[in-house]
């Protein structure tokens, strides 16, 4: 009998032709997400995956990069963010926070050694609650497909995030997942929109 990987599995369900409901799907990624965390490899995938944060940055030339607070086996981008912020004083970085339930958030100054208190959904936020719009985020995925489609949490805030974006320019949006978040087409709804890349540890897309 032959095991496979975690990162198999979740490809096989990806590419079921009978797709599978999001919250099924996001269940499955996650727990794969989850248990490759603790592999061998994933120091070098992590390793990897900062490089590929850093060339998209140079690409985009923003000045304010909005990202997240590492959960549930995430890539962590602090140490990716910190590097960035040190190379250019200009330069500034950005954590989401959810002011209420349901509402967009909004995001706050943030560098490395800054003091941090809890948020909602008991998530690290700036102590210090200082706004600003960032020009570029990164985003945690769940999962991801060919088009840049996104499935997340479920909670829809950077959907409303995005749609409420100040003077209604959308910053540049880029995706943060594992290869193993990779699907064959994920569902959509009239709302979904593209994300403008999706980096993960193999490749930009």
């Known amino acids: 009998m032959v095991l496979r990987s975690e990162e198999s599995i979740a ?11 999001k ?13 490759q965390s603790g592999h061998a490899g994933q120091a070098t995938k992590n390793e990897a995956l ?4 850093h ?9 304010c990069v ?8 995430e890539f962590d981008a602090r140490d990716a963010l910190t590097s960035w912020l040190a190379a250019d004083e200009a330069r500034g970085a950005a954590l989401p926070v959810v002011v209420k339930p349901h509402a967009p958030m909004v995001f706050h100054a943030w560098s490395a050694h800054m003091p941090m208190k809890e948020g909602r959904y008991r998530i690290p936020v ?7 719009v960032p020009e570029l985020l990164l ?15 479920g909670g829809g805030y950077y959907d409303r995030t995005l749609a ?3 003077n209604g320019e959308r910053p540049v949006t880029v995706g943060i997942a594992y290869e193993s978040g990779k699907c064959g087409a994920l569902p959509r709804e009239a709302h979904d929109m593209p994300l403008d890349a999706v980096i993960t540890e193999s490749a930009i897309y």
């Not at 060339?55 to 000045?63: F, I, M, Q």
């Not at 700036?126 to 600003?132: D, F, G, R, S, T």
């Not at 985003?139 to 088009?147: E, K, S």
């Open 126 to 132: 700036p102590a210090e609650e200082m706004v600003v």
């Open 139 to 153: 985003i945690p995925c769940v999962g991801f497909d060919a088009d840049r489609y996104r499935l997340g949490y």
């Open 23 to 35: 919250s099924a799907l996001r269940a499955t990624l996650l727990a794969t997400r989850e248990a």
């Open 164 to 166: 409420a974006w100040p």
């Open 66 to 73: 909005g990202f997240y607070w590492p959960v549930a086996g």
């Open 55 to 63: 060339e998209v940055l140079a690409r985009y030339d923003a000045r």
């Open 50 to 53: 900062a490089r590929r944060i």
């Open 11 to 21: 490809r096989n369900v990806c590419d079921q032709p009978k797709r599978e409901p």
